[in-house]
């Protein structure tokens, strides 16, 4: 599996996908120009779709992560996941909040996801 994950402008987010994680297309919007959003592809083909939202003081909060149906179980999600946090971590983040709702299938965070204290 090959994945190439690059950040993207929230006027550029794949919304078929967000709507995915959150069914609600205003809400998604509410919550973008304060966000950032990063994009997921496999073989050239746009597989999925993550929106990190910035709270200040070195934490921030997952308000969405999706895969594309047709690529989902194939390690994907947690690639993704698993990227975006070290990309946090990298830019000194101390902390990570899951906010997704309960729509969908829920990701479990690994121990090892979590950021340092
Ligand atoms: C949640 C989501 C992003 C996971 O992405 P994914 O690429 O399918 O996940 P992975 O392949 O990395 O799987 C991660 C783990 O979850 C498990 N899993 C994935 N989909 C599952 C499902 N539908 N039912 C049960 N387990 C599932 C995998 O088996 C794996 O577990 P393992 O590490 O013990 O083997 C994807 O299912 C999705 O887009 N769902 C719709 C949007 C959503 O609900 N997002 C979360 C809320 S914002």
Known sequence: MSLLIREVSTTDVPMELLLLSDPSEDKVRSYLPRSRCFIASSGGVLVGACVVQELGAGAHELM??????????????????????????????????????????????????????
Do not use: N
């Open 64 to 117: 969405s992560i999706a895969i594309r149906p047709a690529h989902q179980k194939s390690g994907y999600g947690t690639a993704l996941l698993k990227w975006v946090i070290d990309f946090f971590r990298g830019s000194g983040a101390s902390q990570m909040e899951v906010g997704t709702g309960s729509f969908g299938y829920q990701l479990e965070l690994p121990h090892e996801f979590r950021l340092p204290a």
